[in-house]
């Protein structure tokens, strides 16, 4: 089984910068990509970015070149750097990792808050 721990969330205001961190634990060796989701109540859960094992990234357009997402390996983290933030991506971002054996994102963290202001 895998474990996965966001942290980092926060309010902060328009054009500001967060950076998430989602920490892994448990069978690790059972992860193939990972990669973090966002979802406002009553609207679809969205995949903002992954990665890889190998590095090869992933962005949804609407953060393309504000977002930027990355994977230490030897400490078993992910992180998610926001920057030039916008209401519109005030949500709960999740990480997710990606099951190398049935290849679904079956390991899921518990959330964290980004709230933009404007």
């Known amino acids: 089984q895998v474990q996965l721990v966001e942290s980092g969330g926060g309010l902060v205001q328009a054009g500001g910068s967060l950076r998430l961190s989602c920490a892994a634990s448990?069978?690790?060796?059972?992860?193939?990509?990972m990669g973090w989701y966002r979802q406002d109540p009553g609207k679809e859960r969205e995949l903002v970015a992954s990665?890889?094992?190998?590095?090869?990234?992933h962005y949804a357009d609407s953060v393309k070149g504000r977002f930027t997402i990355s994977r230490n390996n030897s400490k078993n983290t992910l992180y998610l750097q926001m920057n030039s933030l916008k209401p519109e991506d005030t949500a709960m971002y999740y990480c997710?990792?990606?099951?190398?054996?049935?290849?679904?994102?079956?390991?899921w963290g518990q959330g964290t808050q980004v709230t933009v202001s404007s």
């Open positions: 997710a990792a990606l099951n190398r054996q049935s290849s679904r994102w079956d390991y």
């Open positions: 448990g069978s690790i060796f059972s992860i193939n990509a």
């Open positions: 990665i890889s094992s190998g590095g090869r990234t």
